[in-house]
């Protein structure tokens, strides 16, 4: 079985890559994790739903969280610091030349960064996507790059333990367990969309 196979069909192929590569699976999740923030065009990782799924196997006693939680913690904060020196020396290259974002919105760009900066890297993590292009563009726009790593491990840490503690309670209950794939969308729904919205009543508030 290809460790990629995870991607396709995670609730069935995630228990199997645990039993088929042992001790390595905690590896294959780094760099999943890795994988996720850097390469930005591949929406198909399972960021989300692949850290609820590990949550209801720490419940199992299949994963051990002393191990998964600072593990993929350090994977999320170190796909950032990698996003953002790629956004800093071939940022522009890769938002401009590839059309995602135009020049005339790029000072707009720095502009936002330079006041909500911190906050945009923190409730990035809850949004797919917006998960990689996030330090990609504060790169980009030369954030403050002290504040840029304080605010990646705290959005890293949050995002980590907020979906595996969900998935280790719900995915413990035996009716979640017959539904979790449903479960995991449901839920991945509700704090992206609680995170959007905070997000968007502070912008306004400044």
């Known amino acids: ?11 069935h192929q995630l228990a199997n890559a645990v039993i088929n590569y042992g001790s390595w ?13 850097i390469i930005f ?4 990782l399972p960021g989300d739903s692949l850290l609820f799924f590990l949550g209801a196997f720490i419940a199992g006693g299949i994963m051990n969280p002393f191990i998964l939680v600072p593990l993929l913690s350090l994977a999320a904060i170190l796909g950032n610091i990698i996003a953002y020196i790629i956004g800093k020396y071939f940022g522009e290259y890769i938002l401009i030349k590839w059309k995602i974002i135009n020049k005339n919105d790029l000072e707009k760009t720095r502009l936002f960064f330079a006041k909500h900066g911190g906050k945009a890297i923190i409730t990035s993590r809850f949004i797919p996507i917006i998960r990689s292009l996030a330090p990609l563009t504060a790169g980009l726009t030369k954030m403050n ?53 905070l997000f968007k009543k502070e912008n306004k508030r400044n």
């Open 1 to 11: 079985m290809s460790w990629l196979n995870i991607f396709l069909d995670i609730n």
């Open 41 to 44: 065009f591949f929406p198909f």
């Open 25 to 37: 699976i905690y590896g294959i999740l780094f760099l999943i994790i890795l994988a996720e923030i």
């Open 145 to 197: 790059y002290t504040k840029f790593i304080s605010y990646s491990v705290l959005g890293a840490i949050i995002w980590i333990s907020l979906f595996l503690t969900a998935g280790y309670y719900f995915g413990s209950i035996q009716y979640e367990k017959d539904n979790l794939e449903a479960i995991v969308l449901i839920i991945v729904f509700l704090i992206s969309s609680l995170i959007k919205t």
